[in-house]
Structure formats: structure tokens, C-alpha cells
């Protein structure tokens, strides 16, 4: 297999044409409403904010940096803008059950005059009513009622008097009441001289005397039957003139709001509950009661005065009271009351006819917040209850307030990770939430997308306030997002990382006094950038150059090879070079993988290193037990070790232990390798080349170094200047590979070797070394099994 030419500068970093940049600067360029390379989102959003059917809910799915928030806003409030403006909602007071408040729905803009005018009617009660008591009419029919009670009471009093006189006995008042006495001649007789009457006269005169008592106590008991009627009859003056009093604005008011018959019955329901409690505005001080009042007034829960089309919402804090409201309490006296007024309405609420957006994770994080959320979905209605009633914590009595009928459109924003854990363990999940809009990670970069792009980096200098750049910047820009997107070929779709560097690089251009952003401002913007996160990785290398971890980038060596790893610590990765190291001895064909054995390697690893393994059997005794004992090790290595991209390395390393063959340090090696010995794609390919790099810098001139990387990584590197140079003047080599042969060629400087008919290797390559070094173990490991044999046997009774 021929060795693959070693990569050029060109093949290590793609430019950006300045040519295909048709500006000086971006100021010239227009705004770019939407984002380029997102027509696959931005279909699943047109269809999800257009689709009425229940349960057509979206889910925004993409890595976070992307712009997710603000690009769905655009898009909804686009929507929305064409959309009806939704209906006001308020609470009044409900006369029949006054802890389940009714909801009253309202054209939209018209529920703050609404409650204006119950505000206006309320204000006119307190002083109109009590002013209709003290009206000289009103005074006139009490009195008139008062001295009919009066007449009639003196005239049974007066009856049974003139009854009393025509018999000789005078009727008395005395301070405990009225009482008889006899009399002669007009003149009340004395005791004494009552004494000298005949029982006959005396007999008679208490007969009668006690037939007056009895029709006495009949007149006096009808004095509450006469209280009572007049009371009623007051009553009824109250209503009389309570309904006279209300009948303008009542009037005026039934009138206005005909159209809505909810508020019509409402007001015939306040009429009705004013006139009951007349005799409670007779207080001309102080008026009527402040609570009697509040009746009247209006909840005024969602006012759409100033929408503009249907609301678009977002809640940054989706907690089960933010979203579907709350009742709140005021402490008074040491005591928590509530009321009507106090329903505050939530944000389903306030987005009700329009589209709500929520952070998946956010809501998630907040107690009862998802399962109350899909409750409402489902009924299409929002229930304002507290999670204490709820769920039975508490069985106190609050306000019920009548549910809204809900017409929403929710979308959550949200990563891959939480759609999918959803999809798998939320069964109602996939009912409520059935368009994926799923943002893309990256678009293409061609001819094409270079103007798009740049009108994109224009709208986002706008949009943050920075200076306009020219061509140079922009074109920096774009191969730093390339860099970003680890392809030459695309661009990354993570808006925040540019944002930020277009602000950081206006921030240089202010403090170099450019009136715009040049490429230089770009390039000093990512090297502070790179320098600010760069402590740990400047320790490292430190370690390095001091020979605390040992890595040698010149000579030769048995079972040791330079494999190359990527570090991620927060937002900041770095690669980082490890020695890999291997034994080989005679066996029973096992491979011992030292960082699973310790418990450090991951499963991915693992699997690495039994493919490696199933790859030696398979080339090197096809028709034989592999006799090897081997063993692989990251050296100096104290955390976990995951993933497949350094078995090539192992392979490498584990054959040179075994061939006795040395490798050279000065190359580092990464890739994957399947069963076939073929080397597939790894991530992280420019920090891993450019942290062997930095240490081969570091312990000299580079001279004569390089790295192995998969073939097809080689479209993916967007490497730094300096390895660039490097590369340029010949010092740093970097080797596309395609199958473990060329590496094992490139490391030890031997060819490999292809098999022939009958399976056997040439003389002096690699693989005839390895093949013969594994033919020796095999005879090693016979000779140990036969005098093992041999002494068992002796030692058998039987034999």
C-alpha cells in the first residue's frame, strides 16, 4: 500500500476568498431577517405556528449558542402579526357563590373600560345612594311611615282608654308600663278607700280590670307586627329609591355594553345585589362599606389594549403559579384574606389566542411546572388552583375562580438530549408536543453561502452595536467558523460564539481608534480569547518541558508511541499528547487492557481495544491460536479514558512490541480503526494536532516532526498560523492515512508488507516480524504445554 503525500498548507486551512466578499464594508450590506442554513427549522416552525389541530405544540431542538430564543421569536412574532388580536378576560364577583368569581370574556381593548366603568359606577354608589337617603323626599315618606306607626299605635291604646273611662277605671303610665286603676267621679280612688268597696263592687272592678289588661297586651303585641310591616315597607321605599337612583347609569351602561351579554346579565346582577343592600349606603359619613364596593369592581386578568396581532410570550421563570396564576393573600389584623381582586393571571393567560415559549430545561427544573402544563393542554382550559389545594395539602377555603378556555400555541426550547429522553419516557409527550423543529449545527460553506454569511455577521454587528467590518474581518469570521464547525466545508450555525467575538473584536478596533473591524481586531479578539482560558493548558505543557509527564518528541522506541487526546474543561478545549505504551509475551492470545482492568476506561475504549485485538487474531493467525499475552497503558494517566480514537496508536504500539520494531516519537498518531484495519474519522483533529504541536515547539525548533491523522479528517482541519507555517517550510509533516499498514510504514520505517498465496509476509517487513515473533510465542507456548502434559501424566496413578 503506497504512503499517502503529506498534507499542504492549502489542504490544512481553507481561506476565504476576498474576492467572493463584494463590499468594503458591512455597512453597506443589508440585515438578514432570517438565518442562512435553517430552512429545515424554519419549515418545521411555518408549520407547527400555522397548524390549529390539538396537540400540534412545537419542540425547538439544537444546541445551546445557536440563537434558538430569538430566531423563534422572529418567526412567531411574524406570525402573530397576522393573526386576530385575542379577546380581553377579566373576574367579577359572583352574587350566588361568592368564592367562585366568573370569568367574563371581552372584545379585545375593551376590558380596560370596562372595568373604568365599574370603577366610575362604584364611585357614583358611594356618593349618589347615600345622597338619595338624605333627600327631603325620602325624609318625608319615613317620617310619613313613622307617624302612621305612631297613629296606629295610639289609636288601640286610645280604644281600650275610652273603654277603660266608660267603665270607672283609669288607665295610667307609669315608668314599668301602663296599669288600672279605679276611679269615681273622674278622680283615681285611694287604696284605703278601696278597701270599703263590697267583694261584689271589688269582683267586679278586677273582672273588667283584667279584661283590659288582656286587650292591652293584645294591642302591645302588635307593636312588632307594626315595627316588622314598617320595616318592610321602609325596605321597600329603599329599593324604590335605589332603583331610581341606578336607573340612569344602569341604563346607560346596559346600553353601551349590549353587545356582550355576559356583562349585560352582570349588571342586572350588581342592580339586584345593590338594591338588597341599600340600607348599607345610608351612612352619609362614611358611605358605604369598602367591601361592599369591591364587589362591584373588575379583575381585569388580560388587557389587550396594545397588542399588536396575537401575543407572543416568553417566561424565563415557568414555574406552576407563573403559568397558570396565582390567588394572592393580604395579611390584616394577623390574618391572610383574599378575594376576587386578587387573582393575578399567568403567562398561558396572557399568551391565551397567541404562542407562549418556554425553556424545556427551565420548566422541567420547576416542582408540578411540566405536569401542570400538560394538565392544561389537555382539558384546553386554565384552571387558576395552588399547588396546596392541588394536590391536597391543604383543604382551606380560597377563590375558585372559573375557568378560561385556552387557545395556545406552546414551544419549548430545548437540547437533543431532553427531546429524545421525553420522546422515550413521557408517553404523553409525543400528544402534546408533535412538530421537531431541529436546529442544524452547521450549514455549507460554497460561493454561495459567502455573501449570505456576511450579510449574517452584519446583522448580528448591527444588532449588538458594534463598528461595521470590512472585507478582511468578515472573511476572517468565516474560516474562524469553519474552524468552529471543525470542516472546511461548513459553517457553524452557533450564533452566541460569533456574537461575542464580533463584540470582542469592536472592542479592540475601539481601543486601536479604527473606525471599523479589521481582520487583525478578529484575530486578536480569538487569541485573547484563547489566552484567557489558556492557565490549565499552559500548566500542562509546563509539566511537559519539565519532565514531570513524559513525552518525547525525537528518536526512537520499543512499545511507545505518541497518541494525541482533547481535554474539555468548560468552554475551552486543548489537545493534549499521551504516551501510550505496550508489552508483548507469550500467551493465551489475550490483551489486557490496563485502563479498563483499573476501571478508567469508558466502554467505547474498551470496545477499541477488543477489535484490536479480534484484528491481530485475524491477520496474524488466521488459522491458529494467538499465543500473546499482551497488555496496552496510557502512561501517566490519572482520569478516565474514553473513546475509540486512539487505537490506531494502540494498534501500532501493541505490533511494535510485539515485532521488537521501534516507532518514531517524533510523530503523533490518531484515528479509529475497524476490524479490517482500516482508519476511520475522530473528532478534535485541530486541537489534537496543534497540542503535539505547541509541545514539540516548546522543547526546540520543530524539525522533522508530524502527526498521522484519518484520511478522511483531512477536510476537517482549520489549523493555527504557526502550524501553518510549520507546515509551509517543511518542518511539521501531517500524513492523511487510510488503513493501519501506512501508519505502521511511516512509524517504523519499514514496509509492511502484503501477504502472498500462501499467507506469508515478505522477508524483512513489518508484518513478516510480527508474524515471526507470534510463531516463536506459539512455539514457546507449545513446549510449556506439552512438559505441562508430560508431568501431569507422570504423576497419574493410571498411567
Same mark, same amino acid.
Given at each position: 500500500m503506497?504512503?499517502?503525500?503529506?498534507l499542504?498548507?492549502?489542504?490544512?486551512y481553507?481561506?476565504?476568498?476576498?474576492?467572493?466578499?463584494?463590499f468594503?464594508?458591512?455597512?453597506?450590506?443589508?440585515d438578514?431577517?432570517?438565518?442562512?442554513?435553517?430552512?429545515?427549522?424554519?419549515?418545521?416552525?411555518?408549520?407547527g405556528?400555522?397548524?390549529e389541530?390539538?396537540?400540534?405544540?412545537?419542540?425547538?431542538?439544537?444546541?445551546?449558542?445557536?440563537?434558538?430564543?430569538?430566531?423563534?421569536?422572529?418567526?412567531?412574532?411574524?406570525?402573530?402579526?397576522?393573526?386576530?388580536?385575542?379577546?380581553?378576560?377579566?373576574?367579577?364577583?359572583n352574587?350566588?357563590?361568592?368564592?367562585?368569581?366568573?370569568?367574563i370574556?371581552?372584545?379585545?381593548?375593551?376590558?380596560?373600560r370596562?372595568?373604568?366603568?365599574?370603577?366610575?359606577?362604584?364611585?357614583?354608589?358611594?356618593t349618589?345612594? +347615600?345622597?338619595?337617603?338624605?333627600?327631603?323626599?325620602y325624609?318625608?315618606?319615613?317620617?310619613?311611615?313613622?307617624?302612621?306607626?305612631?297613629?296606629?299605635?295610639?289609636?288601640?291604646?286610645?280604644?281600650i282608654?275610652?273603654?277603660?273611662?266608660?267603665?270607672?277605671?283609669?288607665?295610667?303610665?307609669?315608668?314599668?308600663?301602663?296599669?288600672?286603676?279605679p276611679?269615681?267621679?273622674?278622680?283615681?280612688i285611694?287604696p284605703?278607700?278601696?278597701?270599703?268597696?263590697?267583694d261584689?263592687?271589688?269582683?267586679?272592678?278586677?273582672?273588667?280590670?283584667?279584661?283590659?289588661?288582656?286587650?292591652?297586651q293584645?294591642?302591645?303585641?302588635?307593636?312588632?307586627r307594626?315595627?316588622?310591616?314598617v320595616?318592610?315597607?321602609?325596605h321597600?321605599?329603599?329599593?324604590?329609591?335605589?332603583?331610581?337612583?341606578?336607573?340612569?347609569?344602569?341604563?346607560?351602561?346596559r346600553?353601551k355594553?349590549?353587545?356582550v351579554s355576559a356583562?349585560?346579565?352582570?349588571?342586572?346582577?350588581?342592580?339586584?345585589d345593590?338594591?338588597?343592600?341599600?340600607e348599607a349606603?345610608?351612612?352619609?359619613?362614611?358611605?358605604?362599606?369598602?367591601?361592599?364596593?369591591?364587589?362591584y369592581?373588575?379583575?381585569? $386578568?388580560?388587557?389587550?389594549?396594545?397588542t399588536?396581532?396575537?401575543?407572543?410570550?416568553?417566561?424565563?421563570?415557568p414555574?406552576? =403559579?407563573?403559568? #397558570?396564576?396565582?390567588?394572592?393573600?393580604?395579611a390584616? =389584623?394577623?390574618?391572610?384574606?383574599?378575594d376576587?381582586?386578587?387573582?393575578?393571571?399567568?403567562?398561558l393567560?396572557?399568551?391565551?389566542g397567541?404562542?407562549?415559549?418556554?425553556?424545556?430545561?427551565?420548566?422541567?427544573?420547576q416542582?408540578?411546572?411540566?405536569?401542570?402544563?400538560?394538565?392544561?393542554?389537555?382539558?384546553?382550559?386554565?384552571?387558576?388552583?395552588?399547588?396546596e389545594?392541588?394536590?391536597?395539602?391543604?383543604?382551606t377555603?380560597?377563590?375558585q375562580p372559573?375557568?378560561?378556555?385556552?387557545s395556545?400555541?406552546?414551544?419549548?426550547?430545548g437540547?437533543?438530549?431532553?427531546?429524545?429522553?421525553?420522546?422515550?419516557?413521557d408517553?404523553?409527550?409525543?400528544?402534546l408536543f408533535?412538530?421537531?423543529?431541529?436546529?442544524?449545527?452547521?450549514?455549507?460553506?460554497d460561493?454561495?453561502?459567502y455573501p449570505?454569511?456576511?450579510?449574517?455577521?452584519?446583522?448580528?454587528?448591527?444588532?449588538?452595536?458594534?463598528?461595521?467590518?470590512?472585507r478582511?474581518?468578515?472573511?476572517? $469570521?468565516?474560516?474562524?467558523?469553519?474552524?468552529?464547525?471543525?470542516?472546511?466545508?461548513?459553517?457553524?450555525?452557533?450564533?452566541?460564539?460569533?456574537?461575542?467575538?464580533?463584540s470582542e473584536a469592536?472592542?479592540?478596533?475601539?481601543?486601536?481608534?479604527?473606525p471599523?473591524?479589521?481582520?487583525?481586531?478578529?484575530q486578536?479578539?480569538?487569541?485573547?480569547?484563547?489566552?484567557?482560558?489558556?492557565?490549565?493548558?499552559?500548566r500542562?505543557?509546563?509539566?511537559?518541558?519539565?519532565?514531570?509527564?513524559?513525552?518525547?518528541?525525537?528518536?526512537e =522506541?520499543?512499545?511507545?508511541?505518541?497518541?494525541?487526546?482533547?481535554?474539555?474543561?468548560?468552554?475551552?478545549?486543548?489537545?493534549q499528547?499521551?504516551?501510550i505504551?505496550?508489552?508483548?509475551?507469550?500467551?493465551?492470545?489475550?490483551?489486557?487492557?490496563?485502563?479498563r482492568?483499573?476501571?478508567?476506561?469508558?466502554?467505547?475504549?474498551?470496545?477499541?481495544?477488543?477489535?484490536?485485538?479480534?484484528? $491481530?487474531?485475524?491477520r496474524?493467525?488466521?488459522?491458529?491460536?494467538l499465543?500473546?499475552s499482551?497488555?496496552?497503558?496510557?502512561e501517566?494517566?490519572?482520569?478516565?479514558?474514553?473513546?475509540?480514537?486512539a487505537?490506531v496508536?494502540?494498534?501500532?504500539?501493541?505490533? !511494535?512490541?510485539?515485532?521488537?520494531?521501534p516507532l518514531?516519537?517524533?510523530?503523533?498518531v490518531?484515528?479509529?480503526?475497524?476490524q479490517?484495519?482500516?482508519?476511520?474519522?475522530?473528532?478534535?483533529?485541530?486541537?489534537?494536532?496543534?497540542g503535539?504541536?505547541n509541545?514539540?515547539q516548546?522543547?526546540?525548533?520543530?524539525?522533522?516532526q508530524g502527526?498521522?491523522?484519518?484520511?478522511?479528517?483531512?477536510?476537517?482541519?482549520?489549523?493555527? !498560523?504557526?502550524?501553518?507555517?510549520?507546515?509551509?517550510?517543511?518542518?511539521?509533516?501531517?500524513?492523511?492515512?487510510?488503513?493501519?499498514?501506512?501508519?505502521?510504514?511511516?512509524?517504523?520505517g519499514?514496509?509492511?508488507?502484503?501477504?502472498?498465496?500462501?499467507?506469508?509476509?515478505?522477508?524483512? #517487513?513489518?508484518?513478516?516480524?510480527?508474524?515471526d515473533?507470534?510463531?516463536?510465542?506459539?512455539k514457546?507456548?507449545?513446549s510449556?504445554?506439552?512438559? =505441562?502434559d508430560?508431568?501431569?501424566?507422570?504423576?497419574? +496413578?493410571?498411567?
Amino acid at each position: 500500500m503506497a504512503l499517502p503525500e503529506p498534507l499542504t498548507e492549502a489542504q490544512v486551512y481553507r481561506q476565504c476568498p476576498l474576492d467572493r466578499l463584494d463590499f468594503d464594508t458591512t455597512e453597506s450590506l443589508e440585515d438578514l431577517s432570517l438565518p442562512v442554513g435553517q430552512d429545515r427549522m424554519l419549515r418545521a416552525l411555518e408549520f407547527g405556528a400555522s397548524m390549529e389541530a390539538q396537540g400540534f405544540n412545537l419542540f425547538v431542538l439544537g444546541p445551546s449558542g445557536a440563537g434558538k430564543h430569538e430566531l423563534v421569536r422572529r418567526v412567531l412574532a411574524s406570525h402573530a402579526s397576522a393573526r386576530p388580536v385575542p379577546s380581553d378576560w377579566c373576574h367579577v364577583f359572583n352574587f350566588q357563590q361568592s368564592d367562585r368569581p366568573r370569568a367574563i370574556e371581552l372584545p379585545p381593548g375593551q376590558g380596560g373600560r370596562f372595568r373604568h366603568d365599574m370603577n366610575e359606577l362604584a364611585s357614583e354608589l358611594k356618593t349618589t345612594v +347615600p345622597a338619595t337617603f338624605e333627600s327631603e323626599e325620602y325624609q318625608a315618606r319615613i317620617q310619613e311611615l313613622q307617624d302612621e306607626v305612631t297613629r296606629r299605635q295610639q289609636q288601640g291604646l286610645a280604644a281600650i282608654e275610652e273603654e277603660a273611662n266608660a267603665n270607672h277605671i283609669a288607665m295610667l303610665t307609669t315608668p314599668a308600663g301602663f296599669t288600672f286603676a279605679p276611679m269615681r267621679n273622674g278622680e283615681v280612688i285611694e287604696p284605703e278607700e278601696y278597701k270599703t268597696f263590697s267583694d261584689d263592687e271589688k269582683q267586679l272592678i278586677e273582672a273588667k280590670v283584667e279584661d283590659l289588661q288582656k286587650k292591652l297586651q293584645q294591642a302591645i303585641q302588635q307593636v312588632p307586627r307594626l315595627r316588622k310591616e314598617v320595616r318592610e315597607r321602609v325596605h321597600a321605599l329603599n329599593e324604590e329609591m335605589v332603583q331610581l337612583t341606578l336607573g340612569g347609569p344602569m341604563g346607560e351602561l346596559r346600553e353601551k355594553w349590549a353587545h356582550v351579554s355576559a356583562v349585560v346579565g352582570y349588571l342586572d346582577a350588581v342592580r339586584e345585589d345593590v338594591v338588597e343592600h341599600a340600607e348599607a349606603f345610608q351612612d352619609a359619613e362614611n358611605g358605604a362599606p369598602a367591601g361592599l364596593l369591591n364587589r362591584y369592581r373588575v379583575n381585569l $386578568l388580560v388587557d389587550n389594549t396594545h397588542t399588536q396581532g396575537a401575543p407572543v410570550v416568553y417566561e424565563d421563570h415557568p414555574n406552576h =403559579q407563573h403559568l #397558570s396564576g396565582q390567588i394572592e393573600h393580604r395579611a390584616h =389584623q394577623g390574618n391572610l384574606y383574599t378575594d376576587f381582586t386578587l387573582i393575578r393571571a399567568g403567562s398561558l393567560h396572557r399568551a391565551n389566542g397567541g404562542y407562549l415559549i418556554l425553556d424545556a430545561r427551565r420548566l422541567l427544573s420547576q416542582p408540578m411546572a411540566w405536569d401542570s402544563l400538560k394538565r392544561i393542554l389537555f382539558s384546553r382550559e386554565i384552571r387558576i388552583e395552588s399547588l396546596e389545594r392541588l394536590y391536597g395539602l391543604a383543604t382551606t377555603v380560597s377563590q375558585q375562580p372559573e375557568p378560561i378556555p385556552l387557545s395556545v400555541k406552546v414551544v419549548l426550547l430545548g437540547d437533543r438530549t431532553l427531546y429524545y429522553l421525553l420522546s422515550h419516557y413521557d408517553p404523553d409527550f409525543l400528544d402534546l408536543f408533535k412538530v421537531e423543529a431541529d436546529f442544524d449545527d452547521d450549514m455549507d460553506r460554497d460561493d454561495e453561502s459567502y455573501p449570505l454569511y456576511a450579510r449574517m455577521l452584519a446583522t448580528m454587528a448591527r444588532s449588538s452595536g458594534a463598528r461595521a467590518m470590512d472585507r478582511g474581518a468578515v472573511a476572517r $469570521l468565516i474560516e474562524h467558523a469553519s474552524r468552529l464547525a471543525s470542516d472546511q466545508n461548513k459553517l457553524t450555525g452557533h450564533d452566541r460564539v460569533l456574537k461575542d467575538l464580533i463584540s470582542e473584536a469592536d472592542y479592540w478596533s475601539g481601543v486601536a481608534e479604527s473606525p471599523c473591524i479589521q481582520a487583525c481586531h478578529v484575530q486578536q479578539a480569538i487569541d485573547e480569547r484563547e489566552y484567557r482560558a489558556s492557565r490549565i493548558r499552559e500548566r500542562s505543557l509546563e509539566q511537559i518541558r519539565r519532565g514531570v509527564v513524559r513525552i518525547s518528541t525525537q528518536g526512537e =522506541q520499543i512499545g511507545q508511541v505518541n497518541g494525541l487526546s482533547v481535554l474539555q474543561l468548560g468552554a475551552t478545549r486543548f489537545g493534549q499528547p499521551t504516551r501510550i505504551t505496550a508489552t508483548a509475551r507469550p500467551g493465551k492470545g489475550q490483551v489486557v487492557d490496563i485502563e479498563r482492568e483499573a476501571k478508567l476506561g469508558g466502554p467505547i475504549h474498551s470496545k477499541a481495544v477488543m477489535i484490536l485485538s479480534r484484528y $491481530l487474531a485475524n491477520r496474524y493467525a488466521p488459522m491458529a491460536v494467538l499465543s500473546l499475552s499482551a497488555s496496552l497503558a496510557f502512561e501517566q494517566s490519572y482520569g478516565g479514558v474514553e473513546g475509540d480514537s486512539a487505537s490506531v496508536a494502540e494498534t501500532c504500539v501493541l505490533l !511494535s512490541a510485539i515485532a521488537g520494531v521501534p516507532l518514531k516519537q517524533s510523530l503523533a498518531v490518531t484515528g479509529s480503526m475497524n476490524q479490517h484495519g482500516e482508519v476511520q474519522a475522530v473528532g478534535g483533529v485541530n486541537e489534537k494536532i496543534e497540542g503535539f504541536f505547541n509541545v514539540c515547539q516548546q522543547s526546540g525548533a520543530v524539525s522533522q516532526q508530524g502527526a498521522l491523522l484519518p484520511a478522511s479528517n483531512a477536510e476537517h482541519l482549520m489549523l493555527s !498560523s504557526a502550524v501553518r507555517q510549520a507546515v509551509k517550510n517543511g518542518a511539521f509533516t501531517i500524513y492523511p492515512i487510510s488503513h493501519i499498514d501506512q501508519a505502521i510504514e511511516l512509524l517504523s520505517g519499514l514496509a509492511p508488507g502484503e501477504p502472498d498465496g500462501d499467507g506469508l509476509f515478505p522477508e524483512g #517487513s513489518f508484518n513478516r516480524r510480527v508474524a515471526d515473533r507470534l510463531a516463536d510465542f506459539a512455539k514457546i507456548g507449545k513446549s510449556k504445554d506439552s512438559s =505441562q502434559d508430560a508431568e501431569h501424566d507422570g504423576n497419574d +496413578p493410571q498411567a
